[in-house]
């Protein structure tokens, strides 16, 4: 599935990547690493020069970025996403789980749904653990 099947607007990518943007700060300032992504995931979704200049700015601003969705399919995107890329490092943070249930009450995502994106995404990363070690073990 192609990002842009979902986020047909380029208004749903830029909200896309600024609430990605929030929940990086929500930790703390966005690395250096963070930032390249950031940068290269926007040139990938066709944002357009403007927007990443205000992406830019959205990450080394203290302003608490608004996003909205037009579908819930969108929502659903953003969560799956958003929750993926916090459990990346293994550390799925009590300020990212925060944030990602702020972010689910303003744009009226249920608990249920935010709980169920959770659990996908730690079977997920318990498979890859377990393909980790398989590999590991043959070290």
Not at 73 to 92: H, T
Not at 95 to 110: C, F, P, T, Y
Request: hydrophobic share 40%; proline share 1%.
């Amino acid at each position: 599935m192609d990002y842009r099947d979902i986020l047909k607007t380029t208004e749903a990518r830029d909200n896309f990547m600024k609430g990605l943007i929030r929940l990086a700060k929500a930790d703390g300032n966005i690395s250096q690493e963070e930032s390249q992504y950031f940068i290269g995931a926007a040139n990938s979704m066709g944002l357009s020069e403007q927007q990443i200049e205000d992406m830019k700015e959205y990450m080394s601003s203290q302003e608490k970025l608004p996003v909205s969705f037009g579908s819930m399919a969108e929502k659903v995107l953003f969560f799956r996403e958003a929750i993926q890329l916090c459990a990346i490092d293994i550390a799925y943070t009590q300020e990212e789980k925060e944030e990602i249930r702020k972010i689910a009450g303003e744009l009226n995502v249920s608990m249920d749904l935010i709980e169920e994106i959770e659990k996908w995404v730690e079977e997920g990363m318990s498979w890859k653990r377990q393909g980790d070690e398989l590999v590991s073990r043959y070290l």
